[in-house]
């Protein structure tokens, strides 16, 4: 089953059979007992497991057209959430076989947005009395914190990804810098209270954000890594750089990652779409410092034999890549900004002396997943 057909599967799955209803109440009364519930639950309904079904459609219908939840759901709606949203409110329905579900799972757990099959087609609809609540809200006010959240959430993303752990107000800091405006803690707070309900890639404890991709799970887990970095500066880039490791796959594409991909495909003879996964991987091993042996198995993976000459070849390569990466424990520095200008004798880039952790028993990120599922860790248990 291709990408599309699963697509077309998962939204048949979440739509309710028939054809499509625009009342909330009606469209509540078409659902299951436990439809209702995982719905109650999203909605943090207290005392839902003792209401009847009607007594559970009339409660879930009063939270779900109240004016500040409909508003704190829409201020958390992400690009293309909101972009749905935006369709919807214009409009009795939308047809659209084509929608991902990410852009309307969130809403749907919420009771906001309802899809429909008939015939094959898939109908997606905002009931109406969602948007008359929607309408009560004052939009220049709800437009405005709609903004900040977007500007916060969009920097939180960023952040956490350049720098892996980094104090909120240091963030701050940043975005006021670069925005010039005045944004308090408090403001932010209010933000990250907004989507505790969501599925985030970082978290905020005691004044911390921090990155699930980080071992831990509290900032107890950190001190030694905090100790570590406190006397280091924080790389901050433009605005529009530093936005960009929002994207959680981001890295730049730096000249020394382009050499090694062009020698991945010209001397050892490899298509470009495997370079490119190759050099990928290399680069997200060098971030996470990773042990040199671990970084080398990316071949083994691919059943690429290295020669001796090869191997000879491709290791000051990997060392350029390395030392020009950027790095949590360097606050998103590369090794060699960070490093004290080479001797003639180090070469351009120092990379002769270049040191990468040891290995340990920690099971890196690149390695096969222990659960034995033949995917890495990084993409399954991680």
């Known amino acids: 089953m291709d990408l599309k057909e699963e697509m077309l599967q998962l939204n048949i799955n979440n739509a309710i059979k028939g054809p499509v209803v625009t009342s909330l109440k009606d469209i509540l009364s078409q659902l299951t007992k436990d439809r209702l519930n995982f719905i109650a639950a999203n909605c943090a309904l207290a005392g839902r497991s003792k209401l009847k079904k009607q007594e559970l459609v009339e409660a879930l219908f009063e939270r779900i057209t109240n004016v500040i939840e409909v508003r704190t759901a829409f201020l958390s709606a992400e690009t293309q959430e909101w972009e749905l949203v935006n369709r919807l409110l214009g409009v009795p329905y939308i047809q659209d076989n084509a929608i991902f579900a990410d852009a309307y799972l969130f809403m749907m757990d919420k009771g906001l947005v309802f899809s429909f099959i008939e015939q094959d087609k898939l109908f997606f609809v905002m009931p109406e009395e969602v948007k008359a609540a929607y309408k009560q809200l004052d939009q220049k006010s709800f437009e405005s914190e709609r903004s900040v959240s977007r500007l916060v959430l969009h920097y939180t993303e960023a952040a956490a990804n350049l720098y892996g752990i980094c104090p909120v107000q240091k963030l701050i800091e940043i975005i006021n810098d670069q925005n010039d405006v005045s944004l308090t803690e408090e403001q932010v707070n209010r933000v990250y209270s907004s989507v505790t309900d969501k599925v985030l890639t970082w978290d905020v404890q005691r004044g911390f954000l921090f990155s699930d991709g980080l071992d831990g799970e509290s900032l107890d887990d950190y001190e030694e890594f905090l100790e570590s970095v406190k006397d280091r500066p924080y790389y901050i880039p433009p605005k529009e750089e530093l936005l960009r490791y929002a ?136």
Not at 251 to 260: S, W, Y
Not at 312 to 320: A, D, K, R, V
Not at 322 to 332: E, Q
Request: net charge neutral; charged share 25%.
């Open 247 to 382: 994207e959680n796959d981001y890295f730049e594409m730096t000249p020394q990652l382009e050499a090694l991909k062009s020698y991945i495909m010209l001397k050892l003879g490899k298509v470009e779409r495997m370079a490119e996964a190759l050099t990928d991987d290399i680069q997200l091993a060098c971030s996470m410092e990773e042990p040199l042996s671990v970084i080398m198995e990316e071949f083994e993976l691919r059943k690429i034999r290295l020669s001796k000459k090869q191997a000879e070849e491709i290791m000051p390569l990997i060392i350029q890549v390395h030392n020009t990466t950027r790095m949590w424990s360097n606050r998103g520095f590369t090794p060699d900004e960070l490093s004290p200008s080479p001797s003639p004798s180090q070469g351009a880039s120092g990379s002769n002396i270049v040191q990468f952790p040891a290995a340990s028993s920690k099971i890196g990120r690149n390695e096969p997943c222990p659960c034995g599922s033949g995917k890495k860790h990084k993409k399954c248990c991680l």
